[in-house]
């Protein structure tokens, strides 16, 4: 057993090796956030918070390598001929409409001059520790792109197709009578997504959809599957940032063998 295990642990590491002198792989990354805050959470969401401090200095990280912040309208613009992609592209998007994203997250990254995606689960607005419908409707105004994290946060891939539909249906509809400008993109639930939920989000008019998978998107990603790197409450400051950004880079990598 031990000669088994010394073996795989020499593959692995040859593996790596390889994957890290592969070319740079081609694509924009897409990061996942949910908070942005001192608060403490409570245990087991501990995870999702990251201090206004940190995020403040990961937006200077971004902006000195030379990365410009894009909504993911503008990446399906781009998909379709419209208007080109800056040269290095990134998408930065909020998870579940807490809001902090409107108090602590929207100042900060209006200080540097950057855009975000806001997923929202419809149900929760106005609710302890969640956004309000006339924060939502200002942050559109302020240039961030609103997207749907369904009515009840649901594992879409768990549910039957009525319940999927109408998840995916009021949510949208609920945001755009409230006079929001149409919804293009999903974040499924806990990442959790399969090629029957594809069908469904054409049928219901989104364009986008994010994923919890890893690695780099380009034009040619399925809009309905783009890869996204979560951004954990850091423990080692920037250099774990930096590394969250090297797993996306190492995950595309690997899709590329």
């Not at 642990?9 to 990354?29: D, H, S």
């Not at 609710?127 to 009515?151: A, F, P, Q, V, W």
């Not at 979560?230 to 797993?247: A, N, Q, S, V, Y």
Request: include cysteine; proline fraction near 5%.
């Amino acid at each position: 057993m031990r000669i088994i295990g010394g073996a795989i642990f020499i593959l692995c590491g040859i593996l790596a090796a390889i994957i890290f002198f592969l070319p740079e792989p081609e694509g924009f990354p897409i990061l996942e956030y949910h908070q942005v805050t001192d608060k403490e959470l409570d245990p087991g969401f501990e995870i999702y918070n990251v201090p206004p401090a940190d995020f403040a200095e990961q937006l200077d990280y971004l902006q000195a390598e030379g990365y410009t912040t894009i909504t993911l309208k503008d990446f399906m613009y781009a998909v379709r001929g419209y208007r080109p992609l800056p040269e290095k592209p990134i998408v930065l998007t909020f998870d579940d409409g807490y809001s902090d994203n409107y108090k602590e997250m929207l100042p900060i990254l209006e200080a540097h001059k950057m855009t975000a995606v806001i997923y929202v689960i419809t149900n929760e607005l106005g609710k302890k520790n969640y956004l309000k419908l006339d924060e939502l409707k200002d942050m559109e105004k302020r240039g961030l792109e609103i997207g749907s994290h369904t009515s009840d946060h649901l594992d879409l891939t768990a549910e039957d197709k009525i319940t999927q539909r109408r998840q995916l249906r009021e949510s949208k509809i609920f945001l755009e009578w409230s006079g929001l400008e149409p919804i293009c993109s999903l974040s499924y639930p806990n990442g959790a997504f399969n090629s029957e939920l594809e069908e469904l989000l054409r049928e219901e008019n989104y364009l986008t959809a994010v994923t919890g998978e890893a690695g780099l998107n380009t034009l040619e990603t399925n809009p309905y599957e783009l890869y996204r790197v979560h951004i954990r409450k850091p423990r080692f400051g920037l250099t774990e940032f930096k590394f969250r950004l090297f797993k996306a880079k190492f995950f595309a990598k690997l899709k590329a063998l």
